[in-house]
């Protein structure tokens, strides 16, 4: 079997603003019918990343594939077969929600009514309601029902659930999981909040310093990297290091290491070496996140 | 079947969450909390419940289905095996190693012997009330 088209291809993708350098030489691939959790601090780039590999902005170099089409030229059709909800929801202020939802359906050659009436109906959105009067988590609703009425086979949320309340969130993950468990499409969203992450996403993508720092399975992480509890009799020294090391703490005759893929051989190894303890600790998704915000992009 | 619903996961626990459905099925079948016989939630009722992902419960059940945990009866689901009087004991042992590993790590830390260890973890196993 040959490896079927990525849906999204970032191919050494740089961008600058000013003097900041925000994307340094990006690449990623998104495959068809995966759910990536696309991972990053506050201002780590993971707007700019969706809006350049999206077409919405210019990128300073590099190139970006979007189904099949060079992104900053995406043809209509591909348009059609694109679901997007922005960070930051700009909807028409002076529009009811059922005028919005009709004026959008007009743009498209497809739009599924039942979808719809159902979203409204779990989520308890009036019709009538005028959007600039509306909340921020019921603008977003709003936005996520106008990202899938069309049914895109690529749907990209950046930073879904950032301003819904608890409640709204859990209503919008189990929303997430239905709109995924549609066979081939693929889901792409951006957010800082890994227990949403770790629910939903099969992959993980980690952004830190303008590089993917980690792009693979969400368990194949989980179970790689680990933390290492190393004490030994005597003090050691500034430079100790595990091979596989992420991120290195010594103090005094105690270190601190999170490592990737940690065979028992190394960890019987710091134990002779070292006449040292060491204990392995699993790390959740919020604690490697954090780890590896110290691992250099290579 | 509603018993299997008693599962839960944590995105907090350092363990990936279809190892976390797993264990649990496993301790449960080797405990008897889950007689064999009994049938599995659907991939997709025990996801709806547990709020995440399908494909993680699958890849639970079919490691469990490849372990002989459960069996995959057609048009029925996930059907828990007897456990064989050896894969039970084997089972609730393997349930019981890693906080035995955990004790050793601490017990290393420490500088206790072994024969302390093993002295101390007989009597909290002989003598449960004064310990309790």
Redesign the interface.
């Known amino acids: 079997m040959s490896t079927p088209e990525p849906v999204m291809r970032v191919t050494n993708l740089i961008k600058q603003f000013k003097q900041k350098a925000v994307l340094r030489g990006l690449n990623l691939e998104v495959s068809r019918g995966s759910?990536l959790g696309l991972l990053g601090k506050n201002g780590a780039g993971k707007t700019t990343l969706i809006e350049c590999a999206l077409g919405l902005l210019r990128p300073d170099s590099g190139e970006t594939w979007l189904l099949g089409e060079p992104a900053w030229t995406l043809s209509a059709a591909a348009k059609a077969r694109l679901g997007y909800v922005p960070q930051e929801i700009s909807l028409y202020p002076w529009m009811k929600t059922g005028q919005l939802l009709e004026y959008t359906a007009s743009f498209y050659p497809r739009w599924n009514d039942a979808l719809v009436k159902q979203f409204l109906r779990d989520w308890e959105l009036d019709g009538d309601a005028k959007i600039g009067k509306m909340s921020v988590g019921t603008r977003q609703k709003l936005a996520i029902i106008l990202a899938l009425a069309h049914e895109p086979e690529l749907v990209v949320l950046d930073e879904p659930a950032a301003s819904l309340d608890p409640a709204a969130r859990?209503e919008f993950?189990?929303t997430v999981?239905a709109v995924?468990?549609e066979g081939n499409r693929t889901v792409l969203f951006s957010t800082h909040i890994?227990?949403d992450l770790?629910?939903?996403?099969?992959h993980v993508a980690i952004l830190s310093m303008g590089k993917i720092v980690f792009h693979g399975e969400?368990?194949a992480l989980?179970?790689s990297v680990k933390r290492l509890h190393i004490?030994a009799p005597s003090p050691l020294e500034k430079t100790f290091t595990v091979p596989g090391a992420v991120h290195v703490r010594v103090d005094g005759t105690e270190a601190l290491v999170s490592v990737r893929d940690a065979s028992p051989q190394v960890l019987e190894t710091i134990r002779q070496q070292y006449s040292a303890?060491?204990?392995v600790?699993?790390?959740?998704?919020?604690?490697i996140f954090l780890e590896m915000q110290y691992e250099a992009p290579q | 079947m509603a018993k299997a619903f008693a599962i839960t996961v944590s995105?907090?626990?350092?363990?990936?969450?279809?190892?976390q459905i797993i264990d649990q099925v496993r301790a449960r079948v080797a405990g008897g909390h889950l007689a064999a016989g009994e049938f599995l939630p659907s991939v997709r009722q025990l996801?709806?419940h547990l709020?995440?992902?399908?494909?993680?419960v699958s890849?639970a059940y079919s490691l469990l289905e490849r372990e002989g945990v459960i069996e995959f009866v057609r048009g029925q689901g996930m059907r828990v095996n007897p456990p064989g009087p050896a894969a039970n004991g084997k089972a609730r042992r393997a349930a019981i190693f890693p906080l035995l590993k955990?004790a050793a790590?601490?017990a290393?830390?420490l500088s206790l012997t072994p024969e302390q260890v093993i002295a101390d973890l007989k009597s909290i196993l002989e003598n449960d009330d004064e310990h309790a």
């Open positions: 759910v859990r993950l189990k999981l995924t468990a890994t227990s770790e629910r939903v996403a099969d969400l368990d989980k179970d004490a303890s060491v204990k600790e699993d790390l959740n998704l919020e604690d | 995105t907090s626990s350092g363990a990936p969450l279809y190892r996801a709806e709020q995440i992902n399908p494909m993680t890849k955990q790590a601490t290393r830390q």
